[in-house]
């Protein structure tokens, strides 16, 4: 066997066995087969097969070897580019399909962890000059460098390997940690009404993370205090509901602000910094002396609830009352009490009838002009009766402790809506603005109805023949 390599035009000369015939050396060539590798810039020459006793020449076989390599030694793609395709590249076609086996290595996972490629074959078909794979990787949640998977060409079952034998697939991450907030403002009444909140991850933290909520001022307080995104809880937004501190204080409007400090294992997320909530405070309070309303005691309205308990109760008025009348004590000039604030409806029942808050008192009137001043013997002689309630349709209203929303409905009852597009067929766009929190204290104001679950089941505008409140009065 003759080898040789030629890096430019030249002659290799391989010569043939001679022919016997019957033991005796006859003429004719021998045979030469001749393998060879080329690129575009090599031609073969003329290939002649000498010697043989004759000096004829004999038999020339020749096949071109086939170089093996990858189209390109490195390519980058993205997490989320789903799927990732290596290809071979082959010199010239073959007569048969050609296997090359490889192997995988890399600073990325396999298994579905990064990606799914395991040690395999390329295969290349006869008569094709190119043979792929394909593989798919894992776009998660996490936050990473880039990864790298290697894959390593092994000996063909034909053909030569040639640079690049190597390829690199760098593979760069889509995720970035970080919180978002749904808003970074909240407007909030004491007493009334309150404002919420959302926060979640950006990308899936190594362990869990914890968002602590302060109040600078203690004028407002947020609920929870604390929220805790785990590994596997790190994509479902949170809320937090911001309440603001009802005092007594006469005041203009006040600001807080909630801060909002986040640590945390994962060092991506220890740390973090996070946008502090500002809060805006509006006032209830009036200058005493002014008609602010003050619930009544619990013994005043249990003892309410024992007189109405008579329905067939016989009342006579001082002169100075009649029915459906709002009455008041004169200002005592004291600002340590409150009774002479209370603002009353007296009923066509014959009590009088408390307002819990100045809302449900604007449900019925929108200002205090009609309230008239009594003496505290006349106010004295009508009693007490159970607390006037939203009017109907007006408002919606849902308790300090439950997340439940409800309608009020005619005598007091509240209809639990069912759903946040009921609302919004009910009260419009911006129904989530006509809802009242309202304080547990006055839970037993109420009695529940059916739920509310279409159009139908209620409409808000059939109350408008309601005028005072003698027509929507509980009567326990």
Same mark, same amino acid.
């Given at each position: 066997m003759t080898t040789g390599i030629l890096a430019g035009p030249g002659t290799i000369t391989a010569t043939g066995?001679?022919?016997?015939?019957?033991g005796t050396k006859s003429g004719g060539g021998g045979r030469v087969a001749v393998y060879y590798t080329t690129n575009a810039s090599f031609t073969l020459g003329n290939i002649t097969a000498v010697g043989g006793t004759d000096a004829s020449n004999g038999t020339v076989f020749t096949q071109q070897n086939i170089t093996?390599?990858?189209?390109?030694?490195?390519?980058?793609?993205?997490?989320s580019a789903g799927t990732v395709t290596s290809t071979l590249q082959l010199s010239a076609t073959y007569g048969s399909s050609i296997t090359v086996p490889y192997t995988v290595t890399g600073t990325a996972t396999g298994s579905g962890t990064d990606h799914n490629l395991a040690n395999g074959n390329f295969t290349v078909s006869s008569s094709a000059t190119t043979g792929s794979i394909s593989f798919s990787l894992t776009n998660d949640d996490l936050v990473e460098s880039g990864e790298t998977v290697i894959i390593t060409l092994g000996t063909p079952s034909y053909g030569v390997l040639i640079s690049p034998s190597i390829q690199t697939i760098t593979i760069t991450d889509n995720d970035t940690a970080g919180i978002t907030l749904s808003s970074s403002a909240a407007s909030v009444t004491e007493g009334g009404i309150t404002a919420s909140y959302t926060l979640v991850l950006t990308s899936q933290p190594t362990s869990s993370v914890i968002i602590a909520i302060t109040s600078a001022t203690s004028q407002s307080t947020p609920s929870p205090t604390s929220l805790t995104f785990t590994t596997s809880t790190w994509a479902t937004p949170q809320t937090v509901t911001v309440t603001a501190v009802d005092d007594t204080a006469v005041e203009s409007s006040q600001s807080d602000t909630l801060s909002q400090a986040v640590s945390s294992s994962d060092s991506l997320y220890s740390g973090f910094s996070l946008a502090s909530i500002a809060v805006t405070i509006t006032d209830n309070d009036v200058v005493s002396g002014g008609p602010a309303i003050v619930f009544p005691s619990v013994a005043e309205r249990a003892r309410s609830s024992a007189l109405?308990?008579?329905?067939?109760?016989?009342? !006579?008025?001082?002169? &100075?009352l009649s029915v459906n009348i709002l009455v008041k004590l004169a200002n005592d000039n004291d600002s340590f009490t409150q009774a002479d604030s209370a603002v009353y409806f007296i009923g066509t029942d014959g009590y009088r009838h408390a307002f819990s808050s100045e809302t449900v008192y604007f449900s019925w009137y929108t200002s205090f002009d009609a309230v008239k001043v009594v003496s505290s !013997?006349?106010?004295? &002689?009508?009693?007490?009766?159970?607390?006037?309630?939203?009017?109907?349709g007006i408002r919606m209203m849902k308790f300090q402790t439950s997340p439940k929303v409800y309608v009020v409905d005619q005598f007091g009852v509240l209809r639990w809506v069912a759903s946040e597009s009921i609302a919004s067929l009910l009260y419009g766009a911006h129904w989530n603005t006509m809802i009242d929190d309202v304080s547990d204290a006055f839970f037993g104001n109420y009695v529940f109805g059916s739920d509310v679950h279409s159009r139908t089941d209620f409409d808000p505008a059939s109350f408008t023949s309601l005028e005072t409140p003698s027509d929507s009065l509980m009567v326990i």
């Open positions: 066995g001679e022919q016997y015939t019957g093996i390599a990858f189209t390109a030694s490195t390519q980058t793609v993205a997490e109405q308990s008579n329905a067939a109760r016989v009342f !006579a008025f001082p002169s &100075a !013997a006349d106010l004295a &002689a009508v009693s007490l009766g159970t607390n006037v309630t939203y009017k109907p």
